[in-house]
């Protein structure tokens, strides 16, 4: 029996990896994937390459080759929301679990989505990441950079916040009903972008449905080299404010620009004084105090551009 004949009625879960110009890292995660305690019936990984130029096509080819549950597909259309949509259409399986390709999976990962698949009454849920240092990491790095931010010690109803897009499943018939990711955020090849998930989420609790938190469902994400500085703290705050308007779907009004330049004002004075005072203790870095200080700003002024800039649009179509 061929791959295509295989009776689709048994897997449960699809696990989708979209990736671009990681084929090293990406290795580790497929091998983390393979190396499950579900039995690989139970589950299908597909590996979405989204316009890879290095060696990715070949090496996961090669991967796939030897086990019968993992595929390799392609998506011409830059964009990881276009590539996590096309790995959903190629999904066998009601439910989907999305997990980044810089990631590890731990041994019972399939086993704790399907578990919690059993046990509650969820549209979509996530886990959290805890930091893998691949690379090393300086002294002044902290372990909840690169962590998850929610604050729930148990399995339930996310009430406020958003779960991570590198470590969510959700229904494909949900998915569907909303259209997917939408294509006009997120990761665009080398271009840094976000807002994809937050988006896809808001909507997801307008329409009503059910999205959960598991922090027992954990997978170490990646922190490269170059989020080790921290400059990449700063324009990646920037970035995430920019998409801030469309993301969580705020109307641009002359309130919203007063609002923000009083949460500017407020979030000076709430952090200088105290980091300040914590540079004279000890493990608290220069680099830390920038981060601290400079980085709730920097979402900020990234959110007033965004938010100038959608004027300008609206302006200009009306």
Not at 182 to 205: A, D, H, I, K, W
Not at 260 to 275: E, G, H, N, Q, R
Request: hydrophobic share 35%; charged share 20%.
């Amino acid at each position: 029996m061929n791959r295509s004949e295989k009776p689709e009625t048994t897997v449960r879960l699809s696990v989708i990896v979209c990736t671009y110009n990681r084929s090293s890292i990406l290795m580790e995660c497929l091998e983390s994937l393979a190396n499950q305690s579900a039995a690989p019936k139970d589950y299908e990984v597909i590996v979405v390459d989204n316009n890879s130029t290095d060696d990715t096509c070949a090496q996961v080819s090669q991967f796939v080759s030897t086990r019968e549950n993992f595929r390799l597909v392609s998506e011409a259309q830059q964009g990881l929301s276009r590539a996590r949509n096309r790995g959903s259409n190629e999904s066998r399986t009601e439910w989907i679990a999305y997990i980044d390709d810089d990631a590890l999976a731990p041994g019972n990962f399939v086993e704790r989505i399907l578990l919690v698949i059993d046990t509650f009454d969820f549209d979509c849920f996530g886990g959290r990441y805890v930091p893998w240092y691949r690379y090393g990491k300086p002294a002044w790095y902290r372990d909840e950079y690169g962590s998850s931010s929610i604050n729930q010690s148990h399995v339930g109803i996310l009430e406020k916040g958003f779960i991570s897009g590198g470590v969510m499943v959700i229904k494909k018939s949900v998915l569907n009903h909303l259209d997917g990711f939408p294509p006009f955020l997120g990761m665009n090849g080398e271009t840094v972008s976000y807002g994809e998930e937050t988006y896809l989420q808001n909507r997801l609790r307008d329409a009503g449905y059910r999205i959960g938190y598991d922090p027992d469902l954990v997978i170490e994400h990646l922190v490269p080299s170059y989020k080790m500085h921290v400059w990449w703290f700063l324009s990646s705050a920037f970035q995430r404010g920019k998409v801030s308007w469309i993301s969580i779907g705020k109307e641009t009004s002359a309130i919203n620009f007063f609002r923000l330049f009083k949460i500017m004002v407020y979030d000076a004075i709430y952090t200088l004084i105290p980091s300040t005072k914590r540079l004279f203790r000890g493990e608290y870095f220069i680099q830390n105090w920038i981060i601290d200080v400079f980085r709730p700003q920097a979402k900020n002024i990234g959110t007033l551009f965004g938010a100038a800039g959608k004027c300008i649009r609206k302006n200009a179509s009306a």
